[in-house]
């Protein structure tokens, strides 16, 4: 199993940037990827979800602004990400899991985590 997450950078508020994260090893079909980030001297914080049927759930904080999606012929789910502020700043991780959709937020329920890609915001 190996997810790679990328895309990361430096971004000015009110930009745009897409996170990739390239499955291998597993029939993304099988499992749900979430997003989650964490800032510094922060707890990570589960960002958005996508179900390995149909269903995707984002949190509140960037609900109208991300949106998740998913590519089957290139194994990847991506997190765009519009309208960027400052306090997106973090290290985006994505994870597979199959959480109960009431609780995709809560890391625990993810078993294989991929690295960080960071995301700054400049204000």
């Not at 930009?15 to 597993?26: E, Q």
């Not at 602004?65 to 991780?93: C, G, H, N, W």
Request: glycine share 14%.
């Amino acid at each position: 199993v190996q997810l790679q997450a990328s895309g990361g950078g430096l971004v000015q508020a009110g930009g745009s940037v897409r996170l990739s994260c390239a499955a291998s090893g597993f029939p993304l079909g099988s499992y749900g990827i979430g997003w989650f980030r964490q800032a510094p001297g922060k707890e990570r914080e589960g960002v958005s979800y996508i179900r390995s049927g149909h269903g995707t759930y984002y949190a509140d904080s960037v609900k109208g602004r991300f949106t998740i999606s998913r590519d089957f012929a290139k194994s990847t789910v991506y997190l765009q990400m519009d309208s960027l502020k400052p306090e997106d700043t973090a290290v985006y991780y994505c994870a597979i899991g199959r959480p109960v959709s009431n609780a995709w937020f809560t890391s625990s329920m993810y078993y294989y985590w991929g690295q960080g890609t960071q995301v700054t915001v400049s204000s």
